[in-house]
């Protein structure tokens, strides 16, 4: 079946560094890729939808500037947290569509620890 | 009004099986989340359902009806460390996660 890889699968960083988490779908095409971020016992957020070839639409209240989301090719999203800091550790999952199937595919999350 | 349901508290015995529900009312559907969440901590990504159908992973299995809006895990050979919260999540029409409150699962010697 599709599969969703998402890596790091962890990271520990200094404040002021830049972290980039990648998202690849495996074996389907997806011009669709989604960030969410969950905090410490809240709820998982929709954090931004990439959409392959053109910018990113970001939720309301996430800064586009410290979150760069690239989705260059149809198997490949980043998400860059940049200088980052100790209220950016969070646990950030991405999901990819497959455009033929219509179904979404989940990461396996990324948590990120800023120091 | 979105709606997810799952029970409060669980209590089961370790080695055996127990079947956590999760009953959705969603607008839309694009999949249904199952996670675990040991207290103070992040929660961990279990399994993933877009089909119906019943999917297996080790000692968990995640069960999906989309015509009843009805999903449920099923923990087997019970440990003691499996003693931590279930959560239920829907993706809805807006690719937003709708969660649920969690189930408390107790497992006793």
């Known amino acids: 079946g599709a599969v969703v890889s998402q890596h790091p699968s962890r990271v520990i960083c200094k404040s002021g560094t830049s972290v980039k988490i990648e998202c690849r779908s495996l074996d389907f095409q997806a011009t669709t890729m989604f960030w969410y971020r969950q905090f410490p016992k809240q709820s998982l957020m929709l954090m931004a939808t990439s959409n392959e070839g053109s910018k990113a639409t970001y939720e309301q209240g996430v800064e586009k500037d410290k979150f760069l989301i690239n989705h260059a090719s149809l198997t490949l999203s980043t998400l860059t947290v940049t200088s980052a800091h100790p209220e950016d550790s969070s646990f950030y999952i991405c999901s990819a569509r497959d455009s033929e199937m219509s179904k979404l595919f989940f990461g396996s999350g990324t948590q990120l620890s800023v120091l | ?109």
Request: hydrophobic residues 35%; charged residues 15%; negative net charge.
């Open chain 2, 1 to 109: 009004g979105q709606n997810i349901d799952q029970p409060t508290e669980m209590t089961a015995t370790e080695g055996a099986i127990v079947q956590i529900n999760c009953t959705y009312q969603t607008s839309g559907f694009n999949g249904l989340f199952w996670y675990q969440q040991h207290a103070g901590e992040a929660p961990t990504f279990l399994s993933y359902n877009v089909l119906d159908g019943l999917e297996e992973k080790g000692r968990f299995s995640s069960f999906l009806s989309r015509s009843k809006g009805y999903s449920y895990l099923l923990l087997k050979e019970l440990q003691m460390k499996d003693s931590a919260s279930y959560l239920c999540a829907v993706v809805d029409s807006n690719y937003q996660l709708i969660w649920g409150a969690g189930t408390k699962l107790i497992i006793k010697p």
